[in-house]
Protein backbone atom coordinates (compact mmCIF):
# COMPACT_ATOMS: atom_id res chain seq x y z
CA UNK A 1 0.00 0.00 0.00
CA UNK A 2 2.34 2.30 1.17
CA UNK A 3 4.29 2.03 -2.35
CA UNK A 4 1.33 2.48 -4.16
CA UNK A 5 2.39 6.61 -5.52
CA UNK A 6 5.35 4.54 -6.55
CA UNK A 7 4.37 1.92 -8.66
CA UNK A 8 2.22 4.47 -10.25
CA UNK A 9 5.15 6.72 -11.23
CA UNK A 10 7.40 3.93 -12.09
CA UNK A 11 4.70 1.44 -14.31
CA UNK A 12 1.48 3.67 -15.02
CA UNK A 13 3.43 6.16 -17.20
CA UNK A 14 4.98 3.73 -19.23
CA UNK A 15 1.46 3.03 -20.61
CA UNK A 16 -0.81 6.01 -22.30
CA UNK A 17 -1.66 8.24 -25.08
CA UNK A 18 1.60 10.07 -24.10
CA UNK A 19 4.68 7.39 -23.39
CA UNK A 20 7.72 7.42 -25.76
CA UNK A 21 7.46 3.44 -24.12
CA UNK A 22 3.82 2.94 -25.55
CA UNK A 23 5.09 3.83 -29.47
CA UNK A 24 2.54 4.22 -32.36
CA UNK A 25 4.59 5.44 -34.47
CA UNK A 26 7.30 4.11 -37.10
CA UNK A 27 9.90 6.77 -35.69
CA UNK A 28 8.96 6.72 -31.67
CA UNK A 29 9.30 2.68 -32.26
CA UNK A 30 12.79 2.93 -33.09
CA UNK A 31 13.04 5.07 -30.25
CA UNK A 32 11.76 2.61 -27.36
CA UNK A 33 13.42 -0.07 -28.70
CA UNK A 34 17.00 2.30 -28.09
CA UNK A 35 15.61 3.75 -25.47
CA UNK A 36 15.15 0.14 -24.11
CA UNK A 37 19.06 -1.15 -24.89
CA UNK A 38 20.18 1.92 -23.24
CA UNK A 39 18.61 1.28 -20.12
CA UNK A 40 19.67 -2.43 -20.02
CA UNK A 41 23.10 -1.89 -20.98
CA UNK A 42 23.11 0.76 -18.07
CA UNK A 43 21.49 -1.26 -15.81
CA UNK A 44 24.12 -3.87 -16.25
CA UNK A 45 27.23 -2.04 -16.16
CA UNK A 46 25.62 -0.56 -12.84
CA UNK A 47 25.11 -4.57 -11.84
CA UNK A 48 29.05 -5.30 -12.79
CA UNK A 49 30.21 -2.56 -11.39
CA UNK A 50 28.57 -2.72 -7.50
CA UNK A 51 29.43 -6.45 -7.92
CA UNK A 52 33.01 -5.90 -8.69
CA UNK A 53 33.18 -2.79 -5.90
CA UNK A 54 31.87 -5.23 -3.11
CA UNK A 55 34.27 -8.07 -4.47
CA UNK A 56 37.06 -5.37 -3.93
CA UNK A 57 35.73 -4.25 -0.22
CA UNK A 58 34.55 -8.34 1.17
CA UNK A 59 36.15 -10.51 -1.44
CA UNK A 60 39.29 -12.93 -0.55
CA UNK A 61 42.61 -11.77 -1.31
CA UNK A 62 42.51 -14.31 -4.66
CA UNK A 63 39.85 -12.62 -6.07
CA UNK A 64 41.29 -8.84 -4.67
CA UNK A 65 44.64 -9.59 -6.44
CA UNK A 66 42.49 -10.33 -9.81
CA UNK A 67 41.24 -7.43 -9.76
CA UNK A 68 43.61 -4.84 -9.12
CA UNK A 69 46.00 -3.02 -10.33
CA UNK A 70 47.12 -2.66 -14.09
CA UNK A 71 44.14 -4.81 -14.94
CA UNK A 72 41.27 -3.14 -13.57
CA UNK A 73 42.67 0.04 -15.30
CA UNK A 74 43.43 -1.50 -19.19
CA UNK A 75 40.09 -3.99 -18.35
CA UNK A 76 37.55 -1.79 -16.47
CA UNK A 77 38.94 1.86 -17.13
CA UNK A 78 39.65 0.93 -21.48
CA UNK A 79 38.63 -1.95 -23.03
CA UNK A 80 35.39 -2.32 -21.51
CA UNK A 81 33.89 1.07 -22.25
CA UNK A 82 35.59 1.41 -25.49
CA UNK A 83 33.66 -1.77 -26.43
CA UNK A 84 30.37 -1.07 -24.90
CA UNK A 85 30.03 2.66 -26.13
CA UNK A 86 30.90 1.27 -29.66
CA UNK A 87 28.43 -1.09 -29.68
CA UNK A 88 25.81 0.98 -28.42
CA UNK A 89 26.86 4.21 -30.75
CA UNK A 90 26.58 1.97 -33.93
CA UNK A 91 23.32 0.26 -32.98
CA UNK A 92 22.19 3.94 -32.83
CA UNK A 93 24.02 4.76 -36.42
CA UNK A 94 22.14 2.08 -37.38
CA UNK A 95 18.88 2.56 -36.10
CA UNK A 96 19.58 6.28 -37.57
CA UNK A 97 20.59 4.96 -41.13
CA UNK A 98 19.90 1.77 -42.76
CA UNK A 99 17.58 0.65 -39.59
CA UNK A 100 15.23 3.24 -40.01
CA UNK A 101 11.66 2.59 -42.04
CA UNK A 102 10.82 5.30 -44.60
CA UNK A 103 11.80 8.21 -42.96
CA UNK A 104 10.78 10.55 -46.30
CA UNK A 105 6.69 11.78 -46.77
CA UNK A 106 4.93 10.35 -49.75
CA UNK A 107 4.15 14.13 -50.41
CA UNK A 108 0.17 13.35 -50.89
CA UNK A 109 -0.39 15.35 -48.02
CA UNK A 110 1.52 17.78 -46.12
CA UNK A 111 0.42 19.19 -42.33
CA UNK A 112 2.00 22.48 -41.28
CA UNK A 113 1.79 23.42 -37.48
CA UNK A 114 3.08 26.76 -36.52
CA UNK A 115 3.51 27.44 -32.73
CA UNK A 116 1.57 30.58 -31.26
CA UNK A 117 1.68 31.01 -27.64
CA UNK A 118 -0.32 28.97 -26.41
CA UNK A 119 -2.36 26.88 -28.88
CA UNK A 120 -1.05 24.89 -32.36
CA UNK A 121 -2.33 26.36 -36.08
CA UNK A 122 -2.66 23.28 -37.93
CA UNK A 123 -2.96 23.81 -41.58
CA UNK A 124 -3.42 20.27 -43.93
CA UNK A 125 -2.24 21.07 -47.46
CA UNK A 126 -3.52 18.08 -49.96
CA UNK A 127 -2.15 16.90 -53.61
CA UNK A 128 -4.45 19.20 -55.43
CA UNK A 129 -2.65 21.88 -53.21
CA UNK A 130 -6.00 22.80 -51.18
CA UNK A 131 -5.16 24.75 -47.81
CA UNK A 132 -7.37 23.09 -44.68
CA UNK A 133 -6.85 25.83 -41.56
CA UNK A 134 -7.77 23.66 -38.36
CA UNK A 135 -6.16 24.02 -34.86
CA UNK A 136 -4.83 22.48 -31.76
CA UNK A 137 -5.44 18.33 -33.26
CA UNK A 138 -3.85 16.62 -35.57
CA UNK A 139 -5.44 13.81 -37.40
CA UNK A 140 -3.36 11.52 -39.68
CA UNK A 141 -4.26 8.58 -41.95
CA UNK A 142 -2.52 5.13 -40.68
CA UNK A 143 0.35 4.11 -42.42
CA UNK A 144 1.26 6.89 -44.49
CA UNK A 145 4.29 8.94 -43.86
CA UNK A 146 3.04 12.97 -44.02
CA UNK A 147 5.35 15.74 -44.04
CA UNK A 148 4.79 17.88 -40.79
CA UNK A 149 6.60 21.14 -41.27
CA UNK A 150 7.19 23.35 -37.91
CA UNK A 151 7.38 27.13 -37.44
CA UNK A 152 6.57 29.44 -34.73
CA UNK A 153 4.74 32.81 -35.24
CA UNK A 154 6.43 34.70 -31.90
CA UNK A 155 9.01 32.75 -29.39
CA UNK A 156 10.77 29.55 -29.72
CA UNK A 157 8.08 26.38 -29.33
CA UNK A 158 8.94 22.03 -29.29
CA UNK A 159 6.92 20.18 -31.10
CA UNK A 160 6.41 16.92 -28.70
CA UNK A 161 3.89 13.93 -29.74
CA UNK A 162 6.66 11.30 -27.68
CA UNK A 163 3.88 8.04 -29.32
CA UNK A 164 4.84 8.90 -32.84
CA UNK A 165 8.54 10.71 -32.82
CA UNK A 166 10.93 12.86 -31.04
CA UNK A 167 11.07 16.32 -30.38
CA UNK A 168 11.78 19.25 -32.55
CA UNK A 169 11.58 22.82 -31.98
CA UNK A 170 9.83 25.11 -33.45
CA UNK A 171 11.43 28.75 -34.69
CA UNK A 172 10.60 31.78 -35.89
CA UNK A 173 11.58 32.90 -39.20
CA UNK A 174 12.45 28.76 -39.95
CA UNK A 175 10.73 25.65 -41.02
CA UNK A 176 12.00 22.09 -39.62
CA UNK A 177 10.62 18.95 -41.27
CA UNK A 178 9.11 16.07 -39.38
CA UNK A 179 8.21 12.93 -40.65
CA UNK A 180 5.01 11.48 -38.85
CA UNK A 181 4.00 7.96 -39.49
CA UNK A 182 0.82 6.55 -37.31
CA UNK A 183 1.57 2.74 -37.11
CA UNK A 184 -1.95 2.19 -35.54
CA UNK A 185 -5.06 3.77 -35.26
CA UNK A 186 -5.55 5.73 -31.88
CA UNK A 187 -5.27 8.59 -30.12
CA UNK A 188 -1.79 10.19 -29.07
CA UNK A 189 -1.58 13.53 -26.99
CA UNK A 190 1.14 16.16 -27.64
CA UNK A 191 3.16 18.81 -25.41
CA UNK A 192 4.90 21.45 -26.16
CA UNK A 193 8.52 21.12 -24.74
CA UNK A 194 10.22 24.09 -24.85
CA UNK A 195 9.47 26.78 -21.75
CA UNK A 196 7.42 29.31 -23.77
CA UNK A 197 6.31 31.67 -21.09
CA UNK A 198 3.07 31.80 -19.39
CA UNK A 199 1.09 28.90 -20.30
CA UNK A 200 3.76 26.73 -21.80
CA UNK A 201 2.41 24.18 -19.76
CA UNK A 202 -1.05 23.97 -21.18
CA UNK A 203 0.20 24.39 -24.55
CA UNK A 204 -1.06 21.04 -25.65
CA UNK A 205 -2.57 18.78 -28.61
CA UNK A 206 -3.77 15.28 -29.64
CA UNK A 207 -2.89 13.80 -32.71
CA UNK A 208 -5.71 10.82 -34.01
CA UNK A 209 -4.53 8.35 -36.16
CA UNK A 210 -7.68 7.35 -38.72
CA UNK A 211 -7.57 4.79 -41.15
CA UNK A 212 -7.34 5.93 -44.60
CA UNK A 213 -10.99 6.04 -45.59
CA UNK A 214 -12.24 7.40 -43.04
CA UNK A 215 -9.56 9.98 -42.87
CA UNK A 216 -10.50 10.81 -46.30
CA UNK A 217 -13.77 11.17 -45.80
CA UNK A 218 -12.71 13.35 -42.18
CA UNK A 219 -10.58 15.90 -44.54
CA UNK A 220 -13.47 16.07 -47.08
CA UNK A 221 -15.80 17.39 -43.74
CA UNK A 222 -12.73 19.79 -42.23
CA UNK A 223 -12.43 21.35 -45.66
CA UNK A 224 -15.88 22.40 -45.80
CA UNK A 225 -17.87 25.67 -44.17
CA UNK A 226 -19.73 25.78 -41.12
CA UNK A 227 -22.72 24.07 -40.79
CA UNK A 228 -26.18 26.68 -40.36
CA UNK A 229 -27.13 26.29 -37.44
CA UNK A 230 -30.54 25.50 -37.27
CA UNK A 231 -31.88 25.64 -33.36
CA UNK A 232 -33.28 28.85 -31.82
CA UNK A 233 -30.39 28.64 -29.47
CA UNK A 234 -27.91 27.78 -31.52
CA UNK A 235 -28.70 30.81 -33.53
CA UNK A 236 -28.67 33.22 -31.09
CA UNK A 237 -25.62 31.95 -30.10
CA UNK A 238 -24.41 32.62 -33.59
CA UNK A 239 -25.56 36.18 -33.48
CA UNK A 240 -24.03 36.72 -30.23
CA UNK A 241 -20.26 35.27 -31.60
CA UNK A 242 -20.84 37.50 -34.64
CA UNK A 243 -21.60 40.76 -32.63
CA UNK A 244 -19.70 40.37 -29.57
CA UNK A 245 -15.72 40.55 -30.71
CA UNK A 246 -15.14 37.13 -31.31
CA UNK A 247 -14.42 37.47 -35.13
CA UNK A 248 -11.77 39.71 -34.30
CA UNK A 249 -9.81 36.59 -33.23
CA UNK A 250 -11.86 33.91 -34.75
CA UNK A 251 -12.49 32.51 -38.22
CA UNK A 252 -15.63 30.21 -38.87
CA UNK A 253 -15.27 28.89 -42.50
CA UNK A 254 -18.86 30.15 -44.21
CA UNK A 255 -19.45 33.51 -41.96
CA UNK A 256 -18.75 36.40 -41.50
CA UNK A 257 -16.11 35.43 -38.98
CA UNK A 258 -12.62 35.78 -40.28
CA UNK A 259 -9.94 36.95 -37.63
CA UNK A 260 -6.67 35.04 -38.48
CA UNK A 261 -5.57 35.95 -34.58
CA UNK A 262 -6.92 32.68 -32.45
CA UNK A 263 -7.65 29.36 -33.20
CA UNK A 264 -10.06 28.59 -36.28
CA UNK A 265 -13.03 27.46 -34.67
CA UNK A 266 -14.84 26.12 -38.37
CA UNK A 267 -15.33 22.77 -36.38
CA UNK A 268 -14.50 23.18 -33.31
CA UNK A 269 -17.62 21.37 -31.93
CA UNK A 270 -15.42 18.00 -33.39
CA UNK A 271 -12.24 18.37 -31.78
CA UNK A 272 -11.03 16.32 -28.84
CA UNK A 273 -10.12 19.11 -26.84
CA UNK A 274 -10.64 22.56 -26.50
CA UNK A 275 -7.95 25.25 -25.16
CA UNK A 276 -5.02 23.34 -26.62
CA UNK A 277 -5.85 19.56 -24.92
CA UNK A 278 -7.30 21.81 -21.64
CA UNK A 279 -10.02 20.55 -21.48
CA UNK A 280 -12.30 17.77 -22.41
CA UNK A 281 -14.84 19.09 -25.36
CA UNK A 282 -18.20 19.13 -24.64
CA UNK A 283 -20.56 22.48 -24.38
CA UNK A 284 -20.16 23.06 -20.81
CA UNK A 285 -16.61 23.37 -21.56
CA UNK A 286 -17.19 25.98 -24.19
CA UNK A 287 -19.11 28.02 -21.55
CA UNK A 288 -16.44 27.43 -18.68
CA UNK A 289 -13.39 28.81 -21.19
CA UNK A 290 -15.60 32.10 -21.97
CA UNK A 291 -16.17 33.02 -18.98
CA UNK A 292 -13.84 31.59 -16.95
CA UNK A 293 -10.23 30.95 -18.91
CA UNK A 294 -7.78 32.70 -17.21
CA UNK A 295 -8.33 30.40 -14.31
CA UNK A 296 -8.58 27.26 -16.49
CA UNK A 297 -5.40 28.28 -18.51
CA UNK A 298 -3.70 31.19 -16.80
CA UNK A 299 -1.59 33.67 -18.72
CA UNK A 300 -3.82 32.88 -21.91
CA UNK A 301 -4.03 35.74 -24.80
CA UNK A 302 -8.18 35.34 -24.99
CA UNK A 303 -9.67 38.76 -23.42
CA UNK A 304 -12.12 37.50 -20.21
CA UNK A 305 -15.52 37.91 -21.39
CA UNK A 306 -17.53 38.12 -18.43
CA UNK A 307 -20.24 40.43 -20.50
CA UNK A 308 -22.67 37.52 -21.11
CA UNK A 309 -25.42 36.12 -18.92
CA UNK A 310 -25.68 32.26 -18.29
CA UNK A 311 -28.52 32.54 -20.64
CA UNK A 312 -26.31 34.05 -23.32
CA UNK A 313 -23.34 31.80 -22.58
CA UNK A 314 -25.77 28.77 -22.88
CA UNK A 315 -26.14 29.95 -26.31
CA UNK A 316 -22.85 30.87 -27.42
CA UNK A 317 -21.64 27.22 -26.80
CA UNK A 318 -24.84 25.34 -28.14
CA UNK A 319 -23.67 27.08 -31.06
CA UNK A 320 -20.03 26.28 -30.75
CA UNK A 321 -21.10 22.59 -29.61
CA UNK A 322 -22.49 22.61 -33.31
CA UNK A 323 -19.68 23.16 -34.96
CA UNK A 324 -18.95 19.90 -36.14
CU1 LIG B 1 5.04 26.57 -26.54
CU2 LIG B 1 6.14 25.85 -24.59
Redesign the pocket.
Known sequence: RPFAPLALLTLQDCAGVQSAFDPSGAEAERINALSWLLILSSVAVLVAVCLITAGALFGSERWRARISGERLVIGGGLVFPILVLSILLSYGFYLMGPGSPARRADGRLRVEVV?E??WWRVTYVDESGRRVESANEIRLPVGRPVGVELTSAD?I??FWVPRLAGKLDMIPGRTNSLTLQATKAGISRGQ??????GA?AF?SFYVIAMPEDQFAAWLEQEAGDAQIPTGADETAGQTLFLSSGCVACHSVRGTEARGTIGPDLTHVGSRHSLAAATLENDVSAFARWIRDGEHVKPENLMPPYDIFTEAELAQLSSYLDQLR
Open positions: GRWVHSCAEYCGHM
